[in-house]
């Protein structure tokens, strides 16, 4: 936030015009918020935590930055339009006293190895002239690893994709990192750049789109600012130590939106304090929209790279352990040396820690007896009290939880929760607040009793047996708290988990079909409903239920849900 070059140069862009979110050819749009709210409504809560004051809790003073204003949620300082834009109001009072709004997502994002990630808005700066001296809006990340500790900056990595201050006809993109003062990134100014706007096409009072990618499809990764999709600025792997760079672009990151009144930034490029006497109350950041955007192209690696059991040069098959960054050059060698690798995993194994895990989705050979789909037999074959029949069928009817052990209900909806917090990590990179995947000393528990109670009013029905209520539901987070048992929060789990434990190729589908119901849709937005109407058929078929190869059943085109999942 903090480089003071004044270098002007020119942006060759035009501001953009349309408010709905933009499809980006190549990319998936995972997340956004368009804005459409009434009139006066605070920003959604499911998207958006709303700052208030002058510090985080036990922070450092004045967000750390030295402004001035204080944070509130109150609708005359943030609040949608009714035009689908969200605004942001900076309000001097009869006293003196400036108030504002800084808000942030509830969800984390990163981007995985071999994607980029796009983070994306179009904003419209204030338009105060010389009446604008102080203020500072910004469009930014910061790293996850700062909720709860609040004094781990630079360390976490910050990615501020656009700054403006005092209403300057200019735009800085910099990147924070290591330590502060100096470190790799010249704290505390960081690494960055700032170019002015055309003259007749100022930055204020127009509509751009500010833009940071994440690229990790290729050697050196790197990380693109652009305003209007012109390049303003980068940073390569290469410009900073690994460990520096892996923390801050391997871990995951919130968004935030705020316009701050002061502070060291906008005080250095005027030269003394601000806001100044003269600055004008009601200065306004508006937002026609946020969106993360994630490349779904399949893992690319460099010829740097070698597979960990034969040594080759990695290739298109690439395979990766789901628990650590270790690289295969294919599924076959990742199998071969799943014995050795294990004991030095960075993930710790829970179940049947002596067998390699089965990978089902390339099809190579056919399915063995024990994991080709038998209608005909209850489900699954292992892990429960009570495997039932039909299980497809009752997805179908929302019966999926009823009539089974208590226990078994239990263990089904932490699974579930468990295997959507992995795909939404690995697949779509999105981290789940209060999850051990935007922090490792999450305990879990918060975010899975949000998934609870979504499933309690759920809109497609009555997902949860009759006989659940709050004491039952307070058993279930007892046995998710339980840090010693399979079901534990505090330990990760992928779909190769899921089909050791239970024994059964289908059961991770089961497991993500039901929580579609509860979130309203797969991970990415994919709807899964043609797969499990037509699985159910086959359950209910009168040719008989014969056998079904759970490896063509992922493989089905048309759905729209299997792919993201292989």
């Known amino acids: 936030m903090r480089t003071f070059d004044l270098t002007a140069a020119i942006l060759l862009a035009l501001p953009v015009a349309q408010a709905q979110v933009p499809d980006i050819a190549g990319f998936s749009k995972t997340w956004f918020d368009d804005f459409t709210g009434s009139r006066g409504a605070l920003p959604s809560s499911g998207n958006w935590l709303i700052d208030t004051g002058t510090s985080y809790p036990g922070g450092p003073a004045n967000w750390g930055t030295g402004e001035v204003q204080t944070y509130t949620n109150s609708p005359s300082n943030v609040a949608t339009n009714g035009q689908g834009n969200l605004v942001i109001t900076a309000i001097k009072d009869a006293k003196g006293a400036w108030t504002s709004a800084r808000i942030e997502t509830k969800q984390t994002f990163m981007a995985p190895a071999g994607k980029k990630m796009r983070v994306q808005a179009s904003l419209k700066l204030p338009n105060l002239g010389g009446g604008g001296i102080g203020y500072w809006p910004a469009f930014w990340t910061l790293g996850a690893a700062y909720r709860g500790n609040y004094w781990n900056w630079p360390s976490v990595g910050e990615i501020d994709i656009m700054e403006n201050v005092n209403n300057v006809n200019r735009v800085w993109a910099v990147l924070h990192c290591g330590t502060n003062p100096g470190g790799p990134c010249n704290e505390p100014s960081g690494l960055g750049n700032n170019k002015n706007c055309p003259a007749n096409s100022p930055c204020s009072g127009v509509f751009r789109t500010y833009t940071v990618e994440v690229d990790r499809t290729k050697s ?7 305003v209007n999709d012109q390049l303003l600025h980068s940073v390569t ?7 520096v760079w892996a923390n801050t672009t391997k871990k995951a990151h919130f968004v935030l939106l705020n316009m701050a009144m002061g502070g060291s930034f906008p005080d250095a490029i005027y030269g003394s304090k601000t806001p100044i006497a003269s600055t004008v109350s009601g200065g306004t950041l508006e937002a026609q929209y946020v969106a993360i955007s994630f490349k779904h192209s399949l893992r690319q690696f460099t010829m740097a790279q070698a597979c960990q059991k034969c040594k080759k040069d990695i290739t298109d098959e690439a395979a990766e352990c789901d628990r650590c960054d270790v690289k295969y050059c294919s599924k076959s060698c990742q199998n071969l040396h799943w014995k050795n690798h294990k004991k030095s995993c960075a993930r710790t194994r829970t179940a049947n820690p002596s067998e390699p895990p089965r990978y089902t989705t390339y099809g190579r050979a056919p399915p063995s007896s024990s994991t080709a789909w038998n209608p005909s037999r209850p489900t699954p074959s292992r892990g429960l009290e009570a495997p039932i029949m039909n299980a497809f069928t009752n997805l179908e009817k929302r019966t ?62 009555k997902l949860l047996p009759p006989w659940w209520n709050d004491e039952k539901q307070q058993e279930c987070e007892v046995m998710a708290a339980d840090v010693s048992g399979w079901s534990s929060l505090k330990t990760k789990l992928s779909k190769a988990d899921v089909i050791q434990h239970y024994g059964d190729d289908h059961f991770p589908m089961q497991l993500r079909m039901l929580g579609e119901f509860v979130w309203g849709s797969a991970p990415g937005g994919q709807d899964g409903t043609q797969m499990r109407r037509m699985l159910a058929s086959r359950e209910t078929s009168t040719a008989g239920p014969g056998f079904v190869d759970v490896l063509h059943i992922d493989s089905t085109t048309g759905t729209g849900y299997s792919s993201a999942f292989n």
Not at 220 to 226: D, G, K, L, M, N
Not at 237 to 243: D, G
């Open 400 to 461: 999926f939880l009823h009539n089974r052990p208590e226990k078994d209900v239990y263990k089904i909806l932490i699974d579930c929760y468990r295997l959507r917090m992995e795909d939404d990590a690995k697949i779509v990179g999105i981290m789940e607040p209060d999850s051990i995947y935007a922090s490792r000393s999450s305990d879990g528990k918060a975010g899975f009793r949000r998934f609870l109670e979504t499933a309690r009013r759920s809109v497609h029905g």
């Open 237 to 243: 792997q290469t410009q900073l130590p690994a460990a």
């Open 220 to 226: 050196p990764e790197a990380i693109r600012w652009y």
